[in-house]
């Protein structure tokens, strides 16, 4: 959905001709992938941690958590499973669960189905390698930043 300020204009059934800076929406929809498959080998491992917030730029992404400890520690475990996953270059199935009501989700084999209704990729292997960096923006709560390598695999 787009909005226009007031003034634009435009009325119903004007033509327009509108691009997609494609190399700018694929960066982030591989960031946003990268988070997804990040959020769900945390939930995975530490089944108590609570996500409090996310956010997905052109030049990384994070996800919040509340957590007392230093999440970091379980850094080589996740980045080993997202790697395994990339390698595998498994097929992203993205699809309404309920068309009507436009909720979306998508579906790695046997790994997982999260409801999600952002961009996605059609291959895990179209991610690229991730890294994955702690912050602790105060205290009970950690931060994992995610970066993923400037072309993907």
Known sequence: MY??????????????????????????????????????????????????????????????????ENISKMFPVIQEEARNMVEANQEIVSAFSDAGAEERYWEIGEFASVPCGGTH???????????????NPGKGKERIEIYVSENSS
């Open 3 to 68: 909005t226009l300020e007031d003034g634009h204009g435009l009325k119903p059934g004007d033509r327009i001709r509108m691009t997609i800076d494609w190399e700018r929406r694929y960066r982030l929809m591989r960031l946003h992938f990268a988070a997804d498959i990040v959020l769900e080998l945390v939930y995975q491992h530490l089944r108590s941690i609570k996500k409090i917030g996310a956010h997905v730029a052109q030049e990384k992404a994070r996800i919040d958590f509340e957590w007392s």
């Open 121 to 135: 990729l059609r291959k895990t292997g179209d991610i690229g390698e991730i890294e994955l960096k702690r912050k």
